[in-house]
């Protein structure tokens, strides 16, 4: 006989794990260079900038879609200045 609950899950307890399950909305942030929206802390997929230096070659990934080569090395830029920067 294979393991199985010794009890019925009530309705509110059910409902309670079910409360956090909904997705929340994708975050985005405007990009300062061309001012299309992307994730935050990553470089626009659009102008290929992060932190307003070129990283990402956005010809080449155009003409190449299926690979994302230079995509890797965005989490390894020192930062300008040491400070954070919101867009609230
Ligand atoms: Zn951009």
Redesign the pocket.
């Known amino acids: 006989m294979p393991p199985h609950p010794k009890r019925k899950l009530s309705k509110g307890r059910r409902d309670r794990r079910r409360a956090n399950d909904a997705l929340q909305p994708v975050h985005l942030v405007k ?6 929206m ?1 994730l935050p802390h990553h470089a ?6 992060y932190n307003g230096q070129t990283v990402l070659d956005v010809e080449e990934r155009s003409r190449r879609p299926a690979s994302r080569p230079a995509v890797r090395s965005v989490a390894h830029l020192p930062q300008q200045g040491g400070e954070q920067t919101h867009d609230l």
């Open positions: 990009c300062k260079q061309c001012g299309s992307r626009c997929p659009d102008c290929g900038t």
